[in-house]
C-alpha cells in the first residue's frame, strides 16, 4: 500500500505586462542605481531617510561584507518601481536583513505608489526565491510602512514582533507643545527658553558644500560631550564618520537632511544633524561643547525649540526617534513601537520557529530587565541628562 502526500500549493505569481524581479549582487551596479532610486524613494509616500540611495550605499561602503549584498529590483517596462536593499548575514542561522543596520532607526523596502499592489506581489515573489534558505529577518519598520505590505502578502510562515519604541510629537511651534504639559514642567522648561535666550545663541541652517566640516566638527563635540560618561561606542568608529561624510551632503542637496550649527559669541558650540521625510523629521545626532553647559545653556530643549519650529513650518511630525528615554517623556510624545517582520518559505517553518524564539527570548529578557530596575534607569537617565547640561543622547 502506498501513500502520497501532497503539499500545500504555493500560489503561483503571475506578473504583469512588463514586469520583472532581479537580484542584484554586484556593489558597483548598486552604485550606478542613485538616480533612478531616489527616483522611486520620491514615489514611495511612506519612505524615511534612512532609505535614500546616499544613506544605503554609503553604509554598504562602510559596513557591508562583500559578497552578502543582495538588492531585489522590480521594474515595469524598465522604470524603477520596487526594491528590497538586503545583506545575507548569519544569526547563527541564515537570514536576509535590511542594509542600514543598527545605525538606521527606521528600514525599510520601497514600492511605487502609483502600483503599490502589483509591486508588492512581485517583492514577494522575488523574496521567496531569494530566502530559499533562509528567514527574512525586516527589523524596525515603523507602522504604515510598505513592508507591511510584504507581511501581508507573504504565503508563508511569518511572524511580526514588537521592535524599537519611537516617541512623536506634533508638528507645533514649542509654545504649543508646552500647552500640552503639566504646568509645572511647562513653567521649568519656559525658564529654561528664557535662559537660552539670555546667550543669544544664533543657529545657522549650513549650505551643502560646508557639510563635510560641519558633520567633522559635530563628531568632535559629541565626543567631548560624552567624553567618560560612556559614549555610543560606534559614534566615535572611523567607519561611522565615513559614513556620515558620505551620506548627509547629498543628503542636505536633496532635502533629505538639515545641518545646523548653534554659534555663541562667534563659536560653534553645537552643531545639529535633522533628517527628513516627506511627513516626518527629526534629530539624528548632535554634538554639544562642554562650554555651552557651563554657561548654564538646557541642549535638550534649546535642539527641541528649533526641531519643533522646522516640523511646524514645513508640515511634518516631529520624530524623538528611537529610543524610550526618561528626558523625552517631559514633552508628552505619542509612542510609535516599530515591528520586526520575519517571514520564510513553508519549508523553512522549523527555523523561523527557532528564529522567532530567540528574537522573543531576548525581547522579553530586555523587558524583565527594565520592569525591575525602572527607578535606576530613571536615575542614570535624569544623572546623564544633567551632566550634559539637560541634553539626552540622540
Not at 538586503?86 to 542561522?93: A, F, G, S, V
Not at 521567496?128 to 525586516?138: E, F, H, K, N
Not at 524610550?324 to 523553512?348: C, D, I, M
Not at 520592569?371 to 541634553?391: E, F, M
Request: charged fraction near 25%; include cysteine.
Amino acid at each position: 500500500m502506498t501513500t502520497e502526500t501532497t503539499a500545500r500549493p504555493r500560489p503561483r505569481w503571475q506578473p504583469s505586462t512588463g514586469l520583472s524581479v532581479a537580484l542584484c549582487s554586484d556593489p558597483e551596479r548598486f552604485a550606478r542605481l542613485a538616480p533612478e532610486w531616489n527616483d522611486l524613494h520620491r514615489r514611495c509616500r511612506s519612505a524615511t531617510p534612512f532609505q535614500t540611495h546616499a544613506w544605503l550605499h554609503s553604509w554598504w561602503l562602510s559596513y557591508g561584507i562583500p559578497g552578502r549584498l543582495r538588492l531585489l529590483l522590480v521594474r515595469r517596462e524598465g522604470l524603477l518601481v520596487g526594491a528590497a536593499p538586503l545583506i545575507l548575514t548569519y544569526r547563527p542561522m541564515p537570514a536576509l536583513a535590511p542594509l542600514g543596520g543598527p545605525i538606521s532607526d527606521f528600514l525599510d523596502v520601497l514600492i511605487d505608489d502609483a502600483c503599490a499592489a502589483t509591486t508588492a506581489s512581485a517583492l514577494v515573489h522575488g523574496l521567496s526565491r531569494a530566502a530559499q534558505s533562509a528567514v527574512v529577518d525586516l527589523r524596525e519598520v515603523r507602522p504604515g510602512a510598505a513592508a507591511d505590505r510584504i507581511f501581508d502578502l507573504w504565503p508563508g510562515p511569518k511572524r511580526r514582533v514588537d521592535d524599537s519604541v519611537c516617541l512623536e510629537l506634533p508638528g507645533i511651534p514649542v509654545e504649543e507643545l508646552l500647552a500640552r504639559m503639566p504646568t509645572s514642567s511647562a513653567r521649568r522648561s519656559r525658564t529654561k527658553l528664557r535662559k537660552l535666550d539670555t546667550l543669544d545663541l544664533q543657529d545657522r541652517s549650513v549650505p551643502q558644500h560646508e557639510v563635510p566640516g560641519a558633520v567633522v566638527t559635530m563628531l568632535r563635540l559629541h565626543g567631548l560631550q560624552w567624553q567618560g560618561r560612556g559614549v555610543t561606542p560606534e559614534h566615535v568608529r572611523p567607519r561611522f564618520a565615513a559614513h556620515l561624510l558620505r551620506a548627509v551632503p547629498p543628503m542636505v542637496g536633496a532635502g533629505d537632511a538639515l545641518v545646523t550649527e548653534y554659534r555663541l559669541g562667534g563659536r560653534v558650540l553645537a552643531v545639529d544633524v535633522t533628517l527628513m521625510s516627506r511627513n516626518l523629521s527629526g534629530g539624528y545626532l548632535y554634538g554639544a561643547h562642554p562650554d555651552l553647559r557651563a554657561a548654564k545653556a538646557d541642549i535638550n530643549t534649546m535642539l527641541l525649540r528649533h526641531d519643533a519650529a522646522y516640523a511646524a513650518r514645513t508640515g511634518r511630525m516631529l520624530s524623538l526617534m528611537r529610543g524610550n528615554e526618561f528626558y523625552k517623556h517631559h514633552w508628552r510624545p505619542e509612542t510609535v513601537t516599530n515591528q520586526r517582520l520575519l517571514l520564510a518559505r513553508r519549508e523553512l517553518e522549523p527555523a523561523l520557529l527557532l528564529y522567532a524564539a530567540q528574537v522573543v527570548g531576548r525581547s522579553r529578557l530586555a523587558e524583565e530587565i527594565r520592569a525591575r530596575i525602572p527607578a535606576l534607569l530613571a536615575w542614570r537617565s535624569r544623572v546623564n541628562n544633567w551632566r550634559a547640561g539637560g541634553a539626552g543622547p540622540r
